[in-house]
């Protein structure tokens, strides 16, 4: 069974830094994509951050310039979050996408707060 487990969230104030965590517990094949979505209250869920398995990134504007994301060969991905603002509290959901058959398409983890006071 596949679980995403996030951790790494916080209260922090506004203009400091967090840096999330997201590792794949069982067997995800042909993992394309990997990335991190955050939903505020009210709000709808949206896209901040992904990675492909080649490399390559894409942000949010909101977010370009002041959050960065990375993998690793364990199939990790990591949010390093600088220069928090106040409006990017929301809880953040690590997401992976397979292009294999034996998997499902996508998996989220369960989401992990994040809290920037101004």
């Known amino acids: 069974q596949v679980h995403l487990v996030e951790s790494g969230g916080g209260l922090v104030q506004a203009g400091g830094s967090l840096r999330l965590s997201c590792a794949v517990s069982?067997?995800?094949?042909?993992?394309?994509?990997m990335g991190w979505y955050r939903q505020a209250p009210g709000k709808q869920r949206e896209l901040v951050a992904t990675?492909?398995?080649?490399?390559?990134t894409n942000y949010a504007d909101s977010v370009k310039g002041r959050f960065t994301i990375s993998g690793d060969n364990a199939k990790n991905t990591y949010l390093q979050m600088n220069s928090l603002k106040p409006e990017d509290t929301a809880v953040y959901y690590c997401?992976?996408?397979?292009?294999?058959?034996?998997?499902?398409?996508?998996?989220w983890g369960q989401g992990t707060q994040v809290t920037v006071s101004s």
């Open positions: 069982g067997t995800i094949f042909s993992i394309n994509t």
């Open positions: 997401n992976v996408q397979s292009s294999s058959s034996r998997s499902r398409p996508t998996y």
């Open positions: 990675i492909t398995s080649g490399g390559n």
